[in-house]
């Protein structure tokens, strides 16, 4: 069903005073809001029936309502107002970066720490590589006596190399013909299509080299393995124990034991496709002790084939616009500043001179 312009405007106000008062909202409040023109009894039936709809719920016998699962979802997609940020708050994350973010090492944990703070929410941050890793171009240099070196051409004009002690003497004939037998089978292929049925194929065309094709597969598989790794860090848990949702210990306790590394690992690959922000709302989780959790992310460019995703964890009334306001402006200033240019420049908020 689709929610008239009036049912609309209700659902905003209750999400939006929900998110600033932790409290069950009830028709009178929303009534004395300054842009409010409905009566009492008029936004009282239209929070009935949007409670009919599934949109509100009722927690107790009061009259209040707080906004459901569907709800926010509606909210988020729809209802928001885009947040502004202030130029205190732009000044605050700019320089929190161009202090905090002078060195790459260790990114991912100064990065978490920073969103946290920003938003005083658990955060997430994660760098993986963009796409599917693969070998471009295999080279194989005899090294002197009893040894060669492997090459292994990456994505993005990225080199890794082995040296390898041989088992058995080799020329250099045999190597160009080992050389031409990887380029031919094993290049341009994912980590998964590394099989045991892979290798017997190459060993029976390499010659008198195929004992050395056991040793060059182990280290493709562990370099692409490493590549395909992704770096999480999660910052501010206890941030959650100051909101009124998770006073409940036991509750608390459920919640924080699922925000770890391992449980939101897979989170950078929900990302991979999605374009902007992504928010998943309650529900929508998988686990479990998270149906009464939000999860808000988005993408930056670190450059170098390396993707970052910085998230937050949080409420279900949070403030999403906010929210996605900060994130969205840290994620750009990120990417900028990765890609060595300077931090955008922001519109002015109204009434607002430049460099005040």
């Known amino acids: 069903m689709e929610l008239s312009e009036r049912k609309k405007k209700v659902l905003r106000s209750v999400v939006d005073l929900y998110i600033r008062t932790a409290e069950p909202v009830g028709s009178k409040a929303v ?24 949109y509100l719920e009722q927690p107790h016998t009061s009259a209040g309502r707080i906004p459901s699962a569907a709800g926010y979802r509606m909210y988020v997609d729809e209802l928001m107002m885009d947040y502004r940020l202030s130029i205190d708050e732009t000044r605050s994350i700019n320089m929190a970066i ?34 599917t890793s693969c070998v471009k171009r295999f080279d194989l240099i005899l090294a002197g006596q009893g040894s060669i070196i492997l090459v292994l051409m990456l994505p993005n004009d990225q080199v890794v190399n082995k040296l390898i002690k041989l088992p058995v003497q080799v020329d250099e004939g045999t190597l ?18 590394f099989t045991g049925e892979l290798m017997e194929k190459v060993m029976r065309s390499a010659g008198d080299a195929a004992s050395l094709v056991p040793v060059i597969l182990d280290f493709t598989q562990e370099t692409l393995k490493n590549q395909g790794s992704t770096n ?25 034991a699922s925000i770890d590394e391992e449980a939101l690992s897979n989170l950078p690959a929900v990302m991979q496709d999605a374009n902007g922000t992504k ?38 009334r ?39």
């Open 31 to 54: 009534a004395e809001l300054p842009d409010m023109k409905y009566s009492s009894a008029t936004i009282r039936n239209e929070m009935a029936d949007l409670t009919a709809l599934g």
């Open 98 to 131: 161009e202090e905090k973010m002078q060195r790459v090492d260790r990114l991912v944990e100064k990065v978490a720490k920073l969103v946290s703070q920003a938003t005083d929410l658990p955060a997430i941050s994660a760098a993986s590589r963009q796409g």
């Open 176 to 193: 160009k013909l080992l050389s031409a037998v990887l380029n031919a089978t094993m290049t341009d292929i994912p980590l998964e299509q």
């Open 279 to 316: 928010v998943i709302v309650g529900p929508e989780n998988v686990a479990d002790e998270l149906k009464d959790t939000s999860v808000v992310m988005t993408k930056f460019d670190i450059g170098d084939g390396l993707q970052g995703m910085i998230g937050v964890v949080g409420p279900t």
């Open 232 to 256: 999480v860090a999660i910052a501010g848990q206890a941030r959650l124990l100051g909101l009124p949702e998770y006073r409940d210990v036991d509750k608390a306790q459920r919640v924080l």
């Open 318 to 356: 949070m403030d999403y616009a906010k929210v996605t306001a900060r994130l969205s402006y840290f994620a750009e200033s990120l990417s900028k500043m990765f890609s060595k240019q300077e931090p955008p420049q922001l519109p002015q908020p109204p009434g607002e001179k430049p460099n005040e």
